[in-house]
């Protein structure tokens, strides 16, 4: 009877696993078969230690804080060795009073480290309750996975942070830019926020990217 019974139990963990299995795939990149993925236009035989080296960070962490805030990464499009290995990180320059306004990555969880000064951080999550935490030199915070989040330098000094991703192409999805920077129907967006087509024509305004030459 026992035994019967430990071999139903071990059948129902076997089932669990192999349904849990295609959603593990999904939560994150795909797995590899390889120790790393060559690029199209190399020569494996010619793959050296410059290849797993990017440079591209030096002058965001060395150089002083720019005028307005910045982000410098480190993601598979800048740093093609990250290619299958589910990770990248970005470089962020906070002055005094900026802003890394509301957003979210749709493909990896974050987790910022402040290096330098000061930050205000939060984000919301799906069920809508906000968390929010003042953070020092030396702190750490994880933005869970699409989850809308923001990092706000609100003192007198400029702060520095440096992010990591879990996976080479986090993905970024601006908030203000995607409602209002994009061709959304006016109306449709004055109707969603609950005010008048002229607010949301001044919002779109100042938030629409300038077209490239």
Not at 78 to 97: D, I, K, R, T, W
Not at 119 to 133: H, N, P
């Amino acid at each position: 009877m026992a035994a019967a019974l430990n071999g139903v139990v071990f059948s129902m963990v076997l089932a669990l696993l192999a349904l849990s299995a295609p959603l593990a795939v999904v939560a994150g990149d795909p797995d590899i078969l390889t120790d790393y993925i060559v690029p199209l236009f190399a020569i494996p035989g010619n793959i050296t230690g410059a290849f797993f080296t990017y440079t591209g960070l030096r002058a965001a962490v060395t150089s002083p804080a720019p005028a307005n805030f910045t982000v410098t990464k480190a993601s598979m499009a800048e740093f093609p060795a990250l290619n299958g290995q589910s990770v990248s990180m970005a470089a962020l320059s906070y002055p005094p009073g900026s802003v890394n306004p509301t957003h979210t990555h749709p493909r990896a969880s974050e987790l910022l480290l402040v290096v330098d000064g000061a930050l205000s951080v939060g984000f919301v999550d799906t069920a809508g309750k906000l968390f929010t935490q003042d953070l020092a030199t030396g702190d750490i915070f994880v933005f869970p996975k699409g989850t809308v989040h923001w990092q706000y330098n609100m003192g007198n000094q400029p702060a520095k942070a440096i992010s990591a991703f879990g996976s080479a192409a986090a993905g970024l999805v601006s908030v203000p830019v995607t409602v209002f920077g994009t061709a959304i129907d006016d109306v449709v967006l004055a109707k969603s926020f609950k005010t008048d087509v002229d607010t949301v024509r001044k919002l779109k305004a100042a938030l629409t990217p300038t077209k490239k030459p």
